[in-house]
């Protein structure tokens, strides 16, 4: 069974640097194909896709956002960690990670499992 | 990166009703194209990909068409469950991955 969990703090102030962590299980990020993403909502918008991270360490980021963001992987944890510098009110969100199950082809970069969601707010 | 534009915004349709939401590239995207259904307060849920491929477990009212640049969901007799958003993904080549900005199905 497949799950993804994300977690971090709910409320942080403009400037500050976020950090969001995704643990996962019923997959390992060792596997050939496999991914992981985060995604991010803003309330009553459209879906935003920001980083992901494959199974051989490869990274890939929004082109708005790359200067910003920062996506890590502890395979033996079986987690994910997004970092967004320099926060501001509109990235008030509820962000989420994703997999993405490329081990028949690699080009799969659609999401079949996703998490809750974690609202994050900025505010001072 | 290649932009999605989704339409309509928002329809109104009743139960039975067949519904139909497009979805344009600004480029070719060789069918990488997969549909959500997302409901207030929850994550977004698979529904297709590769333009036309059902996901597990999806019941078979939903499909999808399309070539090229152009692609469409269809809901072939529209249930009370199937009231939701609904957003179209491309992943054509690498990334950056691009969402559309989505269409909310509304009771009529």
């Known amino acids: 069974q497949v799950t993804l969990r994300e977690s971090g703090p709910a409320l942080v102030k403009p400037t500050q640097t976020l950090t969001l962590t995704c643990t996962f299980s019923?997959?390992?990020?060792?596997?050939?194909?496999?991914?992981v993403s985060w995604i991010r909502q803003p309330p009553g918008k459209a879906l935003e896709w920001l980083a992901l991270?494959?199974?051989?360490?490869?990274?890939y980021y929004s082109t708005s956002l790359k200067t910003r963001l920062t996506i890590s992987k502890d395979t033996s944890k079986n987690q994910v960690v997004l970092t967004m510098t320099n926060m501001d009110p509109v990235d008030t969100a509820t962000y989420y990670c994703a997999r993405i199950d490329g081990t028949y082809d690699y080009s799969n970069y659609y999401f079949d499992y996703w998490g809750q969601g974690t609202l994050v707010t900025v505010s001072s | 990166d290649i932009q999605m534009t989704q339409s309509p915004s928002s329809l109104s349709a009743s139960v039975g009703d067949r519904v139909t939401i497009t979805c344009r590239a600004s480029?070719?995207?060789?069918?990488?194209l997969a549909w959500y259904q997302q409901k207030p307060g929850k994550a977004p849920k698979l529904l297709l990909y590769?333009?036309?491929r059902l996901e597990s477990g999806v019941p078979s009212r939903f499909s999808g068409s399309g070539s090229g640049t152009d692609y469409t969901l269809t809901i072939s007799s529209l249930q009370p469950e199937d009231f939701a958003t609904y957003y179209c993904?491309?992943?054509?080549?690498?990334?950056?991955?691009?969402f559309g900005g989505g269409t909310k199905v509304e009771i009529k």
């Open positions: 590769a333009a036309s």
């Open positions: 991270i494959d199974w051989d360490d490869d990274k």
């Open positions: 019923g997959f390992s990020l060792s596997t050939s194909g496999m991914c």
């Open positions: 993904q491309q992943y054509y080549s690498t990334p950056p991955l691009t």
């Open positions: 480029q070719g995207i060789s069918n990488s």
